[in-house]
């Protein structure tokens, strides 16, 4: 069974603060996606990241997946209360039956107070 | 608007009732996944679709809970029975079939909330 451990689970910080979420597991995934899910919504991917040691950059956010694929880390920089929400991060599964099935952690719930 | 269209958007129902959920996924797309999603959790993989053959199911999918999609469009999750248990947000997820994992993006669904009483 794949597993992934987010944390911290909740973050609560003042506007203008940084922060990172981290995302790990013992698998290997094809690919990591990180979303985010306002209340009562769906999942918004907000990024993919597919080669080990890929960072991206999304304005203030920063991703990086690891060498060996099997973590990840999302840094926002300078949080602004419109960051606030739901954030997870997904492994996909690469072949067989399984193809593209997403193994989710268990979200980082995000509070920027102004 | 992601273009998937989950129906209803709630749904309030006692205990031991059947309900079916239904989701519309992008036209073009021939991959469609269901997930479940408890308060304060990420949301966990229940089935999967390509086109209209059901290729996996969790082990979290009982025998009360089943899926289908008949002609490779639409889908429909039905809970037989319903226990307070199955509370949850129920998500539908749409993917086409790019040549590269950065094309192979699940689009959401805005999802059933369901609530057993």
Known sequence: TQLLEQSPQFLSIQEGENLTVYCNSSSVFSSLQWYRQEPGEGPVLLVTVVTGGEVKKLKRLTFQFGDARKDSSLHITAAQPGDTGLYLCAGRNAGGTSYGKLTFGQGTILTVHP | ?117
């Open chain 2, 1 to 117: 608007d992601t273009g998937v269209s989950q129906d209803p958007r709630h749904k309030i129902t006692k205990r031991g009732q059947n309900v079916t959920f239904r989701c519309d996924p992008i036209s073009e797309h021939n991959r469609l996944y269901w997930y479940r999603q408890t308060l304060g959790q990420g949301p966990e993989f229940l089935t999967y679709f390509q086109n209209e053959a059901q290729l996996e199911k969790s082990r979290l999918l009982s025998d009360r809970f089943s899926a289908e999609r008949p002609k490779g469009s639409f889908s429909t999750l039905e809970i037989q029975r319903t226990e307070q248990g199955d509370s949850a947000m129920y998500l539908c997820a749409s993917q086409g079939q790019g040549a590269t994992e950065v094309q192979n993006i699940q689009y959401f669904g805005a999802g059933t909330r369901l609530s057993v009483l």
